[in-house]
């Protein structure tokens, strides 16, 4: 896990269980190279928008991938999607929501905050790490990321 300037996948995900079988699953396929893992959405905010321990960050190097994680300390899931979608710098990243509500509730607001993808956890482990390494193959080799213009990056 590197803490520069180039992130492919961030993975924000208070279980620690949870991340590490995540990590472990993107390694396997070679796709953890360039990945942070941030334990709460407040440090995901700050990360994703440059702010207190990342105020150094490139805002322009997001991303191509956010894990995110529904309920966490700090701010929840919900909420870290709905300020990635309020910022035209931030809208179109790929967000895919990765958590163990199977709520209604949860994933229609999902979906209508934005979401490209709600994913119920698995709780078997081998389809818990498939499930990772198709989300990760997927959104970092196969998708097609739309290109930033110059005026899409200002707010």
């Known amino acids: 896990m590197t803490h520069s300037n180039f992130v492919e996948i961030l993975l924000v995900e208070d ?5 590490e079988m995540s990590i472990l699953a993107l390694e396997e396929e070679n796709l953890a190279n360039h990945l942070i893992w941030l ?3 407040a440090d995901a905010l700050n990360f994703i928008f440059c ?3 990342y105020v150094d960050r490139n805002i322009s190097n997001q991303p191509k991938l956010i894990l995110l994680d529904l309920k966490m300390p700090k701010v929840g899931g919900i909420e870290v999607l709905k300020r990635i979608r309020e910022d035209k710098r931030t809208s ?10 199977k709520e209604e509730t949860d994933i229609i607001r999902g979906y209508d905050l934005g979401a490209n993808s709600y994913i119920v956890k698995p709780v078997d482990f081998d389809k818990f790490t498939k499930s990772v390494k198709e989300i990760g193959f997927y959104w970092l080799l196969i ?11 200002t707010k």
């Open 92 to 101: 179109k990243l790929p967000v895919v929501i990765m958590t163990s509500s």
């Open 15 to 19: 279980s620690v269980l949870d991340a």
């Open 39 to 41: 334990k709460d959405g």
């Open 51 to 53: 702010k207190g321990p």
């Open 143 to 153: 998708n097609q990321p739309p290109v930033v213009s110059k005026e899409n990056k």
